[in-house]
């Protein structure tokens, strides 16, 4: 009896995306908690660097923890698979995500520019023709790469060629 109730329980638990959703919020505010204890909290003149991101993550703290509980409420469960997309958007999904990947490992050996015109023809190539996706990847990495390497100085990833 006791363990069927326990396996019910534990498998609620599992099932609903509420629940795991407030335990991330919940791990994610910790880490900041305790990241800010490594600065002053209070300093010679008043508050110090550490005081307000200390504050700022106990309350989330505290409202995560509010959040698990309302989740385990009966009747206030929300399923992954009413949250998650599925179909033709998780394909355009794990197209952002796997070109954004593709980007962060690509980019330091062949640079901003080549990097940039293959992640924006990946993203692009499903919904226009190859010569439109072509002609707005190359100007719109072009544009991006003048404004903030030529015009804002900002260092971008850059091949041997330095671009």
Do not use: H
Not at 117 to 125: A, F, N, P, Q, Y
Not at 133 to 145: A, E, H
Request: charged residues 10%.
């Amino acid at each position: 009896m006791l363990l069927t109730k326990v396996t019910e329980m534990w498998c609620y638990l599992l099932k609903n995306y509420g629940v795991w959703l407030g335990i991330c919020i919940l791990l994610f505010s910790i880490i900041l908690f305790i990241g800010s204890l490594d600065y002053q909290l209070y300093g010679q003149y008043g508050p110090g660097p550490g005081l307000y991101p200390a504050l700022l993550s106990g309350v989330l703290i505290l409202i995560s923890m509010l959040y698990i509980i309302d989740c385990l409420r009966k009747g206030n469960k929300i399923t992954f698979s009413s949250v998650f997309p599925k179909g033709k958007v998780l394909a355009r999904l794990s197209t952002i995500v796997a070109s954004i990947i593709i980007f962060i490992f690509i980019a330091p050996f062949v640079g901003y520019i080549v990097s940039g015109v293959i992640v924006m023809l990946m993203l692009l190539l499903p919904d226009f023709k190859w010569y439109t996706s072509i002609g707005v990847s190359f100007t719109v990495t072009m544009i991006l790469f003048v404004v903030f390497d030529t015009i804002l100085g900002i260092p971008l990833p850059a091949n041997i060629w330095g671009w």
